[in-house]
T-cell receptor, first 113, second 115 residues
Framework: AQKITQTQPGMFVQEKEAVTLDCTYD???????LFWYKQPSSGEMIFLIY??????QNATEGRYSLNFQKARKSANLVISASQLGDSAMYFC??????????FGEGTQLTVNP | GAVVSQHPSRVICKSGTSVKIECRSL??????MFWYRQFPKQSLMLMAT?????????EQGVEKDKFLINHASLTLSTLTVTSAHPEDSSFYIC???????????FGPGTRLTVL
């Protein structure tokens, strides 16, 4: 079974600053994928970034980057230059065999003006 | 990017009735779709994996007779909540598997309220 842990139920950041959202995972699968999704209050799940377990370099997508530390089983999301529209719930997820996604409990990010 | 729609977006029904939720991949074919349930301020929990042309695979603890899944075509999967009760009130989200590193494209969700 897979387990994702997001230890920060809520995070606050000042507009234009960077913020790191923590995620640790536990899986016995040798090959897996790590995802981060954003869920605004409207409910839709917005894909942000993906990291494969065999990828050597940390993934980056615009203002999003993933700090992947495989030995520590950690996949933290870094959001640079925070914007007010970044306020949302953020979920980390691990994908293993059969494309099944297991989600963490989420972190509610609030960006203050 | 790929688009997944869900219908209806919101439904209110009386206890004991059945509710059907549709999930469609609009611009791509999806052999595999997934159904999730999300209670308020909680995470998404996978309910079942829906495969076109075959029976769905349900997660442990999910009643297959209560949550009927049909994936009759490569663009449509349906979830029917049979004899719904207030405890079934939740946000139901579907996703369809894409072709790039197993990415899943999520629908906008359906909020079910059972009175």
């Amino acid at each position: 079974a897979q387990k994702i842990t997001q230890t920060q139920p809520g995070m606050f950041v000042q507009e234009k600053e960077a913020v790191t959202l923590d995620c640790t995972y536990d899986t016995s699968d040798p090959s897996y994928g790590l995802f981060w999704y954003k869920q605004p209050s409207s409910g839709e799940m917005i894909f942000l970034i993906y990291q494969g377990s065999y990828d050597q370099q940390n993934a980056t997508e615009g203002r999003y980057s993933l700090n992947f530390q495989k030995a520590r089983k950690s996949a933290n999301l870094v959001i640079s230059a925070s914007q007010l529209g970044d306020s949302a719930m953020y979920f980390c997820a691990v994908e293993t065999s059969g494309s099944r996604l297991t989600f963490g409990e989420g972190t509610q990010l609030t960006v203050n003006p | 990017g790929a688009v997944v729609s869900q219908h209806p977006s919101r439904v209110i029904c009386k206890s004991g009735t059945s509710v059907k939720i549709e999930c469609r991949s609009l611009d791509f074919q999806a052999t595999t779709m997934f159904w999730y349930r999300q209670f308020p301020k909680q995470s998404l929990m996978l309910m079942a994996t829906s495969n076109e042309g075959s029976k769905a695979t349900y997660e442990q603890g999910v009643e297959k007779d209560k949550f009927l899944i049909n994936h009759a075509s490569l663009t449509l999967s349906t979830l029917t909540v049979t004899s719904a009760h207030p405890e079934d009130s939740s946000f139901y989200i579907c996703s369809a598997e894409g072709n790039t590193y197993n990415e899943q494209f999520f629908g906008p969700g359906t909020r079910l309220t059972v009175l």
